[in-house]
């Protein structure tokens, strides 16, 4: 995979998802920046290559997938609902959700996910609500040793994904535009109250923020060796 530094162009190779039968791997749908189809949605944003495995859910314990999830080596992350039971002229992929920009901050030396995230469900206590955890680490593997890119651990909020009516509604509470400005910065000396308060929070939706982030310490030079 390829990383052009603030490419928009699409020109990017590997920014796509493909869904293919296990058994003969004929393709089955396909997700990316091209013309949309009956077996392919098209994701205007998907304009970065995607070095990962993708994360998978199954929400309601039936033993088939519900919601995929991605990083890219632009910054950003999605989630894929997929549409088991699709009603009559449906398709296999019912949205793609984009949750986060985490590169707007720095598009040279950028946010980079080159591994999958991980996934669990927990409870917001203050609201009432279920919210899916997102964690993930940002790094760039190709250039490990970098002085130049500040790398991050994340863990994002997806406040839809164990809504009972995902499926049937038209409008998320996910905000595309989440970038580090609408995630809470976490600093030395985390407790475990302070993670509980960032996912607890009492703000309305238009308010809270969508997650949290920890800056790793910068590279700067070599460790010495004995």
């Keep these: 995979p390829t990383y052009v530094p603030g490419s ?5 190779k590997g920014n796509a998802i493909y869904i293919a039968d296990a058994e003969t ?40 997938i519900d919601h995929i999830y991605v990083g890219d080596l632009g910054g950003q992350v999605f989630r894929v609902d997929i549409a088991n039971y699709p009603a009559t002229g449906g398709g296999l992929v019912r949205r793609v959700s984009k949750l986060a920009d985490l590169n ?32 993930l680490g940002s790094g760039n593997k190709s250039f490990p040793m970098l002085t130049t890119a500040q790398d991050y651990t994340f863990m994002l909020f997806d406040w839809d994904v164990m809504s ?27 407790t475990k109250s ?8 009492t703000a309305t939706t238009s308010t809270r923020k969508n ?14 060796r004995d």
Excluded: H
């Excluded at 994701?43 to 070095?51: C, G, K, L, R, T």
């Excluded at 009516?165 to 976490?186: F, G």
């Excluded at 302070?194 to 929070?201: E, P, Y």
């Design 8 to 12: 928009t162009s699409g020109g990017d």
């Design 25 to 64: 791997g004929a393709l089955i749908y396909s997700i990316s920046n091209q013309n949309a189809s009956t077996t392919s949605t098209k994701v205007a944003d998907m304009n970065y290559s995607i070095p990962s495995a993708v994360k998978t859910a199954d929400r309601d314990a039936d033993g088939l």
């Design 104 to 135: 707007t901050i720095d598009k040279v030396n950028g946010v980079r996910f080159y591994e999958p995230p991980s996934f669990a469900p927990t409870n917001d206590s203050i609201n009432g609500i279920k919210v899916g955890l997102l964690s």
């Design 164 to 190: 009972s009516d995902l499926y049937s509604r038209t409008t998320e509470i996910a905000d595309p535009n989440t970038d580090l400005s609408k995630l809470v910065q976490l600093k030395d000396g985390i």
């Design 194 to 201: 302070t993670l509980s308060n960032v996912i607890n929070q």
């Design 211 to 224: 997650g949290w982030y920890y800056a790793c310490l910068l590279y700067t030079s070599p460790s010495p």
